[in-house]
């Protein structure tokens, strides 16, 4: 059977770096987050939620014409991505089996990526943490089963949860994909970069 599994895309940091909106910011004739929530919806995902900073009015707006399961507004975005996290995981049904942690400025992210990691998770009877790796490098999307939860619930400040991936490196499953990683786009070099691989 199927499993019930969402996705949380976190949108809600404040671009400080960036100096602009970044997940506002044109690529391949799109935004960067529209790129994300477009290859969230292709993917095996069974919903989607979006975390967003309540303060970026046309992320609001942005986000609300894609169409997405749930918008989740965070007032706590100053404390760091953990309050993100959070406040998606209280989003999402209760019959969730996993959640799987997406960020928001990672352009390059496709569908094929999200599902090589449910589907690790669903081969290999449920671990209680997927990540994925390209070639070397291991980042994003990570899933996390129900039963991981509880503990995402304790993470504080900008963490995310890099520390509870640290806490359990004997339960964590790796999806191998075979590309280079897809970064993501924290500041204007970033972006230079980015606008590089759209014209090659």
Not at 69 to 97: C, F, H, Y
Request: hydrophobic share 40%; with cysteine; proline share 6%.
């Amino acid at each position: 059977m199927r499993k019930n599994i969402w996705g949380l895309i976190l949108a809600s940091g404040f671009s400080t770096r960036m100096g602009t909106p970044k997940l506002l910011l044109p690529f391949n004739g799109k935004t960067i987050i529209q790129h994300v929530i477009d290859e969230s919806k292709k993917s095996q995902l069974s919903g989607i939620v979006v975390v967003i900073n309540p303060e970026m009015d046309e992320l609001k707006k942005e986000v609300s014409k894609a169409a997405v399961n749930r918008i989740v507004l965070n007032n706590i975005a100053n404390q760091g991505m953990s309050t993100s996290i959070k406040a998606g995981l209280k989003s999402v049904p209760e019959t969730t089996d996993a959640v799987v942690v997406l960020l928001g400025d990672q352009p390059l992210i496709a569908a094929d990526d999200i599902d090589a990691v449910i589907q690790c998770y669903e081969r290999n009877g449920n671990p209680l943490i997927v990540q994925a790796k390209y070639r070397t490098k291991k980042g994003h999307p990570v899933l996390f089963d129900h039963a991981m939860f509880s503990h995402l619930f304790k993470v504080r400040g900008d963490e995310g949860a890099r520390s509870i991936i640290k806490n359990f490196p004997n339960n964590i499953c790796f999806a191998a994909i075979e590309k280079p990683y897809p970064h993501d786009i924290d500041t204007p070099k970033d972006y230079e970069k980015l606008l590089r691989k759209e014209v090659s």
